[in-house]
């Protein structure tokens, strides 16, 4: 929490996380071209994505929507103490400090295609990451060759630490025959040398002196972003967890998090 215990005890991951930042990524990687760089034409796209967001359900946020927070655990070899134990939080707090999201983007380019959200604190380490798995070809050309499934081809952007970007295919190896091997395209920023590293903060306060809105919300979207989330919070609000802690500091989360994915014949991809 780093100090922030009694802030975030009263607020939780859906609100600090999930309704802003991460549905801000979501609209960059879901918005049409914009039609232009500027910063109303790209706010523009954005909330259309949000607007077309498909609305939960009270029975879709049981079965959707995935909430946890942290137990005691450890962390680079470090003990760490649970969030109830952490300063200024209730010691039965019912807060979320993990949430995951499975939703639907309701328009002709995204019409039955789940997108994943998922957002915690103390997990195994500090990563921000955009994965996008394309979809398998719909005839497979080497059954006669013994290769009965081939991983989908991915597509991750690094956003934090490192920024970069990633293409995971399947190539063949040298040889007679059909063997195929999982292999990267890897770009680096770190491949340019030496940047000076500067925090979002800085980014928005420059952008806000030289009035630059593109990376701004708009009222729109603000209202868009919790007509989404509200739903949520009221049902969470409602019938308050009873397994709380239900993930360890140091991990990936709660196990209800995996099933989420599981259900559809996926799993959550974590790089190296």
Same mark, same amino acid.
């Given at each position: 929490?780093?100090?922030?215990?009694? #802030?975030?005890?009263?607020? *939780?991951?859906?609100?600090?996380?999930?309704?802003? =930042?991460?549905? +801000?990524?979501?609209?960059?990687?879901?918005?049409?071209?914009?039609?232009? %760089?500027? *910063?109303?034409?790209?706010?523009?796209?954005?909330?259309?994505?949000?607007? /077309?967001?498909?609305?939960?359900?009270?029975?879709?946020?049981?079965?959707?929507?995935?909430?946890?927070? #942290?137990?005691?655990?450890?962390?680079?070899?470090?003990?760490?103490?649970?969030?109830?134990?952490? &300063?200024?939080?209730?010691?039965?707090?019912?807060?979320?400090?993990?949430? /995951?999201?499975?939703?639907?983007?309701?328009?002709?380019?995204?019409? *039955?295609?789940?997108? #994943?959200?998922?957002?915690?604190?103390? @997990?195994?380490?500090?990563?921000?990451?955009?994965?996008?798995? %394309?979809?398998?070809?719909?005839?497979?050309? %080497?059954? +006669?060759?013994?290769?009965?499934?081939?991983?989908?081809?991915?597509?991750?952007? =690094?956003?934090?630490?490192?920024?970069?970007?990633?293409? +995971?295919?399947?190539?063949?190896? &040298?040889? &007679?025959?059909?063997?195929?091997?999982?292999?990267?395209?890897?770009?680096? #920023?770190?491949?340019?040398?030496?940047?000076?590293?500067?925090?979002?903060?800085?980014?928005? @306060?420059?952008?806000?002196?030289?009035?630059?809105?593109?990376?701004?919300?708009?009222?729109?979207?603000?209202?868009? /972003?919790?007509?989404?989330?509200?739903?949520?919070?009221?049902?969470?609000?409602?019938? &308050?967890?009873?397994?709380?802690?239900?993930? /360890?500091?140091?991990?990936?989360?709660?196990?209800?998090?995996?099933?989420?994915? +599981?259900?559809?014949?996926?799993?959550?991809?974590?790089?190296?």
């Amino acid at each position: 929490m780093e100090g922030r215990g009694g #802030y975030y005890d009263k607020t *939780g991951v859906m609100r600090d996380m999930i309704q802003n =930042h991460m549905f +801000q990524l979501l609209t960059l990687v879901a918005m049409e071209p914009p039609i232009s %760089f500027q *910063g109303e034409g790209v706010r523009n796209e954005k909330v259309k994505v949000l607007d /077309a967001i498909r609305p939960f359900q009270p029975e879709d946020i049981l079965r959707n929507a995935v909430r946890g927070q #942290y137990g005691a655990g450890t962390i680079h070899n470090n003990p760490v103490p649970a969030y109830r134990s952490e &300063p200024n939080v209730a010691r039965d707090s019912k807060t979320e400090t993990y949430a /995951a999201l499975k939703l639907f983007v309701d328009n002709w380019r995204w019409a *039955g295609i789940p997108f #994943y959200l998922r957002s915690g604190k103390r @997990l195994t380490r500090r990563d921000t990451e955009i994965v996008i798995q %394309f979809n398998r070809p719909p005839l497979m050309f %080497f059954r +006669q060759t013994g290769i009965e499934d081939i991983e989908s081809n991915r597509l991750i952007i =690094h956003v934090q630490p490192d920024e970069g970007i990633r293409i +995971q295919m399947a190539a063949k190896l &040298p040889g &007679p025959t059909i063997q195929l091997k999982a292999v990267e395209l890897q770009f680096s #920023y770190k491949d340019f040398g030496q940047q000076m590293e500067a925090t979002g903060y800085e980014r928005l @306060l420059y952008d806000c002196m030289t009035g630059d809105s593109t990376l701004f919300h708009r009222e729109d979207m603000v209202e868009a /972003a919790w007509r989404i989330v509200t739903p949520i919070l009221d049902v969470w609000g409602s019938l &308050p967890a009873r397994d709380f802690p239900n993930y /360890a500091a140091g991990t990936w989360g709660p196990s209800a998090a995996d099933e989420l994915l +599981q259900r559809d014949g996926r799993r959550w991809i974590l790089s190296e």
